[in-house]
């Protein structure tokens, strides 16, 4: 999720109870909440830096216990001295594995996902049922901190006596709430699939599908269909009086096994895109003295210019000799074609 969420989300396990754990508990969850996320260092050290290290040494749970630690521990550090309420590593340690645990319970749902289980396996986790920006987890978690202290400054020029556990009322509601909406969306999201598997494409059998959030809309869904020949996009509508029709989307052919294909694929920057790739779709281009091949994730739609709207290129010679290999953000492909 991007951060303003998990910032919230943090404040909001502080005031649900968390805060009275030990002293400094709600800097402990903001900070361990945002731990993870230093792995952002990798985009300035190259697309396959960043393709082998994103989401995965501070995203797995090994990598989020040992951030928890480290917070703990310098928290417990800085407090360990306070004349009356000194900070206690064990209780430290359980906010900040708290913290850190959701960051990752975060980044699960959505279409990105990360690793959780490196270094033993470093295979790709995603639910597929939130968007990396999710307006309506904003407001819940938004109104849960924002509303008690509305109403206790509405009570307090009244006279009346605010409500004290308010604000603990108002957190426990807003992640409810998130919680009964991520399951409502994992529901509709296997609807979806099963919407998506039960049809024939052009008259193609499906072999692989998901479903991906593409909406504000909980009900509306982008369907990915491989089939032999084929990888298709559609728009899936789950609810009452919707109509799913295979037929009208796109179409993206699978390329021909050629050697520049091949020789593409042996390539480190290739290799790399891969493993993170579920629905990769190539194209390969001839230039005056050589070729190009592109390969792109369908996963990603062609406006995501964030949050994985990537693209890996090889330009080769004459003789297949890779003389160019990248990875390159799909804003900066709109950028060049311009």
Not at 40 to 56: E, K, L, N
Not at 160 to 188: K, N, S, W
Not at 292 to 316: P, Q
């Amino acid at each position: 999720m991007e951060p303003l969420t998990h910032g919230l989300t943090s404040l909001a396990l502080g005031r649900a109870g968390l805060n009275k754990v030990t002293r400094m508990a709600t800097p402990m969850l903001l900070v361990a909440g945002y731990a993870p996320d230093v792995d952002w260092i990798t985009y300035f050290m190259g697309a396959p830096a960043m393709f082998h290290y994103r989401r995965a040494i501070t995203h797995s749970l090994a990598g989020a216990a040992a951030l928890a630690a480290i917070v703990a521990a310098s928290f417990w550090w800085c407090g360990r001295k306070h004349p009356t309420a000194p900070v206690r590593f064990g209780r430290a340690l359980a906010v900040c594995g708290v913290g850190a645990g959701s960051h990752l319970l975060l980044d699960l749902p959505n279409r990105y996902g990360l690793r959780l289980l490196w270094p033993f396996r470093d295979t790709w986790l995603a639910w597929d049922i939130i968007e990396t920006v999710d307006p309506w987890m904003l407001v819940a978690l938004l109104l849960g901190l924002l509303l008690p202290a509305l109403f206790r400054l509405v009570s307090e020029e009244i006279g009346a006596r605010p409500e004290r556990r308010g604000p603990q009322r108002g957190a426990i509601v807003a992640l409810a709430l998130v919680t009964a909406y991520a399951t409502g969306r994992f529901v509709l999201h296997d609807r979806a699939v099963q919407v998506l598997y039960g049809r024939l494409y052009h008259g193609a059998a499906p072999l692989a599908v998901e479903a991906f959030p593409s909406h504000v809309s909980p009900f509306a869904w982008r369907g990915i269909v491989e089939t032999e020949n084929t990888i298709e996009e559609v728009d899936v509508r789950i609810g009452p009086g919707s109509h799913f029709d295979p037929d009208r989307g796109v179409t993206n052919y699978k390329p021909e096994p050629s050697p520049m294909l091949e020789n593409a694929k042996r390539t480190r920057t290739v290799g790399q895109f891969l493993k993170f790739a579920r629905f990769p779709m190539a194209r390969v281009t001839r230039l005056r003295e050589g070729y190009r091949v592109e390969l792109r994730d369908l996963r990603f739609s062609n406006d995501s210019t964030r949050w994985g709207g990537y693209i890996a290129v090889v330009e080769m010679d004459g003789e297949m000799r890779v003389l160019k290999e990248l990875i390159r953000s799909v804003a900066q492909k709109k950028q060049e074609t311009r």
